[in-house]
């Protein structure tokens, strides 16, 4: 229940938003470095960010329900 308050989903909603961003940033850091094999790790942070986008829409479906 207390999950489902708007407030709550609200906080989870930016903290979500938040992740996405700050894994990007580091996708982007990682990516313009000289970092040795950064192919499984840029892909690991890209299905990350596939998931953090999957539960900001879900979050985003129960706000606006």
Same mark, same amino acid.
């Given at each position: 229940?207390?999950?489902q $308050? #708007?407030? !709550?989903l !609200?906080?989870q909603s $930016? =903290?979500?938003?938040?992740? @996405?961003? @700050?894994? /990007?940033m580091?996708?982007?850091?990682i990516e !313009?470095?000289?970092v040795?094999n950064?192919? #499984? =790790?840029l892909?690991? =942070?890209?299905a990350? @960010? /596939?998931?953090? /986008? $999957?539960r900001y829409?879900a979050?985003?479906a129960?706000?606006?329900s």
């Open positions: 229940a207390l999950s $308050d #708007p407030q !709550n !609200n906080l $930016d =903290i979500v938003c938040l992740k @996405i961003q @700050i894994l /990007k580091t996708f982007y850091k !313009n470095s000289e040795e950064q192919e #499984p =790790i892909q690991v =942070i890209q990350e @960010i /596939k998931t953090l /986008k $999957d829409q979050i985003q129960l706000l606006h």
